[in-house]
Every structure is written in C-alpha cells, then in structure tokens.
C-alpha cells in the first residue's frame, strides 16, 4: 500500500496511467487540461511540472481517482477488477473495516520547509484557476481542512473548497451550517476565540477518501484512512496550532478563523460536480494563514469539480450505500448497482423473482437518491455499470406509457441547477425523480424475444482469454 501521495503517483505510473505535462499555465489550462483528459476513455492521471511561473518541482496532481481502476487502487482493491467487481469488493471491505488511530511521529516531511510572520506569502505554491468564472484561485479543491473540536479534542479532517485572498488570506466553504467545519468553528467563535485550522494540500488518497466520506461527528477521518490502508496515518502536531498532521503531507497552511461576523470575504464562485454554477459569491470564513510548511518540490492534489460524466472518484460510493439500502430491506437477487452522470442517475441490475420486485428496488433507490431524478431498473443480464448497455435495455424494454412512475417532492440539494430561484431563496431543495422499468415485463419475461448478444458470464469469458490481443500494443 502506498505511504503517500508520492508513492500512490508511483503505482499510477505502473499501471501506464499517468500523464506528465510541461509548461501549463495556472489561469485555466491546468483546469481546462483536467477536464478534457477526464472525458478521455482512458481518463489518465495528470503530474503538471515546470508550471508558468514557478520552479521545476513544483507540481500539481490531478484525475488522482477519477477513473474506476485508480479508485480501487487508493481503497488498497486490485486495480484490475472490472468496475463493478471493485464495487463489490469495497462493499465487501467496507463492512469489515477496522479503524486504526494515528500515531505521532518525531518529525514530518512537510517541515522541510517553513515561512512564518511577514515571510508567508501564498503566491510561492501554485493555485490554479479552475473554471472559467471561477472566483479566483482555488488552492483547496482536494485539499483537507484539520479543526480540532473546542470540548472534547475530537480532530475533524474534511474535504472544504479553499480560496486564495492574497498573501497570507484564504476563505474555507462549508457548504452549509451542518458540516462537521462549521460547528467546530461556531463553537470558538461563541465563546469569542478564532478557530485554529490547518489546511493540508497534498494528502495521499486515503485521507482524501476520507475525507469527503460522511463519518459521524466524534469519528475520526484518520482511524478510518488508517482502516483503508491497514496501518495507522502518521501525525505531527503543527509547529502554531499543534493540530495532527500527515506526516507525509506535501504542503500544509496554518493559522485561525476569526469569526465570520468580525471578518469575511466574498467566496466563489466555483463550478459544481453538476457541471454548473449553484451560487454568487457569498460571504465565508477568513483563515489567516500564520505559517505555511512544505516538502521539497511539493505537489498540490487538484480535484476540481467538473462537468459529468466526469467526477472526482470513479467508484460510486452512494451507489454501494443504496445497493446496502435494498439488502437491508429485503430486496434480494440484486446483481449491482451502479450511478452515472455524477451519481445522479441510478441503475440497479436484478434477477426478477415476482411481480413488483423490479419496482419495489426503483421506489427504494428513489427514496435514497441524493438530488438525483432518474433511477432505471434494469434484469441481471444488463451491466449496470455499462451506460451504452443500460440505455439498450431502455430502448427495447421499457414502454414509456406503461413502464414509467414519477415521484414528487423527493431529497435534492441547493446545487441543483433546476431548482427555480424562487424555490433556491427559501430553501425548497425538492425535485421530482423518474423510476424507469427497464426489465422485461415480468409477466411475459419468458416469451420476451431472445437476445443474440453473449450473456455478460460469456463476454468475460472471452475477455479474459482474448482482451490482451484486443487492445493496441505497447510501443516503445
């Protein structure tokens, strides 16, 4: 398993995945580079080096684990198993995951370099532009925010979009007042103190895994990137804030939020895993950045939101948590789940057993559909991983007048871009969600016409004696 980011970049380039890119300018080629390579079949990893601006070594990593093979590889699966196998095998982990506590260790990588006081100057690491009507500069777009809780020491270690202000100024986005950040810091600023934060750029992928994994507040995001990787994360308290640090982190910021209603800036905007831009700028929280520590040619894990089908990890963990939904209730012979589209658009794969099962999965997987509007239903024989196959299943055996149920008032968000202002302003984050039963009619299943494709037992046959023939060979 990989110790840290430099070493996950490594077994990337093992696997002939990663690109390296030369001379690309932070204000939107690194951004514009990352999307295009990420609707890439091949969607390779990104390592951009001799960046306009700043010195050799100085790099950005991006596509870490937008493809499903880097995904297995960072939860420590084999990177070879097909999609949905690797699905399957991290349910299978998921379930028997044993958390490991930090260690503190003596020393940390990322004090090989330090600037304090009036030295802090944050144009010295690379923060790219994004997205065209970006904000401004993103240094945190994968970038983990450590806050320690004021009553009962518990470290909170999440995934929150950092803005740079200038020098020694970023604001950090909590979404909404329900992140675990935004109570941490409420806290202080109650009793009239600055939160101390740390923000880490450049955590290796179990960290960043959990770090945008909904734990319950008390859970340690450490113990459970310890779990993925089967061996304790190595902390060092912070030289200002004396927070627990990775180790092995590339670069890290330090300093505190004062609270919001002293000093603000306006935030954003920045564009969303929808493909769109949910809001203005708005006022967030100012960390004034005290110190800032980095390793020798550090490298900043860019995970930009982009366009879909393109997303930041190429397994669809939402997916597993409503595949668990259907166990749960008793829905059995579920052969997958899968989600599309920025998990917005989910598939389940089913044996059908009686009349209602196909629909009883679509209505529970509706229920459990984080903003999303459409769930397809589909039998065992169709690759839910598969869009071209889902969408063949769609055409030749759902009949839209009869094989179509549309659910009101479901569970969105305030991203979705549908959603109308007015609806937006007051909070109303509804949306309706479409339940496609793409199975053959249960009734008549047996005299449905045969298909001629191979079974999808039959293809992987074949795939795994002929597929090295298939693909193009290795020059070099």
């Avoid at 970038?143 to 999440?158: E, F, P, Q």
Wanted: charged share 20%.
């Amino acid at each position: 398993m990989y110790r840290d980011l430099r070493e996950f970049i490594d077994l990337v380039d093992g696997l002939g995945a990663l690109r390296r890119i030369d001379n690309a300018d932070l204000m939107l080629e690194i951004g514009g580079i990352t999307e295009v390579a990420a609707g890439m079949p091949e969607c390779p990893a990104l390592l951009f080096d001799n960046i306009k601006g700043y010195p050799k070594g100085y790099r950005i990593f991006s596509n870490a684990t937008v493809s499903a093979q880097r995904a297995a590889l960072a939860l420590g699966l084999d990177p070879h198993l097909r999609p949905l196998d690797a699905l399957k095998a991290w349910m299978a982990k998921r379930q028997t995951l044993k958390t490991l506590d930090p260690v503190v260790v003596k020393d940390a990588a990322w004090l090989e370099n330090s600037m304090t006081g009036d030295d802090v100057d944050l144009a010295r690491l690379p923060s790219p532009h994004w997205h065209p009507d970006d904000g401004g500069p993103y240094i945190g777009s994968g970038s983990l925010v450590i806050m320690g809780d004021a009553d009962d020491g518990w470290v909170n270690a999440s995934i929150y979009r950092v803005q740079v202000h200038g020098k020694d100024q970023v604001t950090i986005q909590f979404d909404h007042q329900g992140r675990h950040g935004a109570m941490i810091s409420k806290k202080y600023w109650e009793r009239g103190k600055p939160c101390p934060v740390v923000v880490v750029n450049g955590e290796d992928p179990a960290l960043f895994i959990a770090g945008f994994e909904y734990l319950p507040a008390g859970q340690s995001e450490y113990a459970f990137a310890g779990a993925i990787k089967g061996a304790p994360i190595e902390v060092h308290p912070g030289p200002v804030t004396r927070l627990p640090i990775p180790a092995y982190a590339e670069s890290v910021l330090e300093g505190e939020l004062p609270p919001i209603s002293e000093v603000s800036l306006l935030e954003g905007p920045f564009g969303e895993f929808t493909g769109y831009y949910a809001a203005d700028k708005r006022p967030a929280p100012v960390m004034k950045v005290t110190a800032i520590h980095h390793r020798n040619d550090p490298i900043l894990l860019g995970s930009p939101p982009m366009k879909p089908p393109r997303f930041h990890f190429g397994l669809p963990f939402r997916g597993a948590g409503i595949w668990q939904n259907l166990i749960a209730c008793g829905v059995t012979d579920v052969v997958g789940v899968w989600q599309h589209v920025s998990q917005l658009m989910t598939v389940i794969a089913l044996e059908q057993r009686y009349p209602g099962h196909a629909k009883r999965a679509g209505l529970i997987a509706a229920a459990n559909s984080y903003m999303g509007r459409l769930v397809v239903v589909v039998d065992e024989d169709v690759d839910p991983s598969n869009l071209a196959d889902v969408m063949w299943a769609v055409t030749t055996r759902s009949e839209p007048s009869e094989s179509v149920d549309i659910i009101r008032g479901g569970w969105s968000s305030g991203l979705d871009p549908r959603l109308t202002p007015e609806a937006r302003d007051q909070g109303l984050t509804q949306n309706s969600k479409m339940i496609i039963d793409a199975c053959r009619p249960f009734g008549w299943r047996n005299k449905f016409a045969k298909t001629s494709a191979l079974s999808l037992a039959e293809s992987r046959v074949i795939e795994d004696k002929w597929m090295a023939s298939l693909r193009p060979a290795i020059r070099s």
